[in-house]
Nanobody, 123 residues
């Protein structure tokens, strides 16, 4: 059974930083692209960033470029999201996901999802 478990969310002031973690089990971690998405109630899920299993290529949405960094530790089956210079508009539930595609920004192409972790940025 595949499990993705996010941690590290919380409340932070604007301009601050948070680091999210996602621990994976039940899958061959090194063969999956790992991504982060976020969602607010009433809104569609938004692609944040991802790191490919193939060569470690990373790519991010325009809203977070230059502020958020994704990384992975295949030995620990864990993916991280370092979020700097946080803004109130970054407030959302953040989801970790795994995709068998080597490159994808579409949530429909992700096979497995975590339960989400809340990030709240106060102004």
């Amino acid at each position: 059974q595949v499990q993705l478990v996010e941690s590290g969310g919380g409340l932070v002031q604007a301009g601050g930083s948070l680091r999210l973690s996602c621990a994976a089990s039940g899958l061959t971690f090194g063969t999956y692209t790992m991504g982060w998405f976020r969602q607010n109630p009433g809104n569609e899920r938004e692609f944040v960033t991802a790191i490919s299993w193939k060569s470690g290529l990373t790519y991010s949405g325009d809203a977070v470029k230059g502020r958020f960094t994704i990384s992975r530790d295949n030995a620990k089956n864990t993916v991280y999201l370092q979020m700097n210079s946080l803004k109130p508009e970054d407030t959302a539930v953040y989801y970790c996901a795994a995709s068998s595609y080597w490159y994808s920004v579409y949530d429909r192409e992700y096979n497995y999802w975590g339960q989400g972790t809340q990030v709240t940025v106060s102004s």
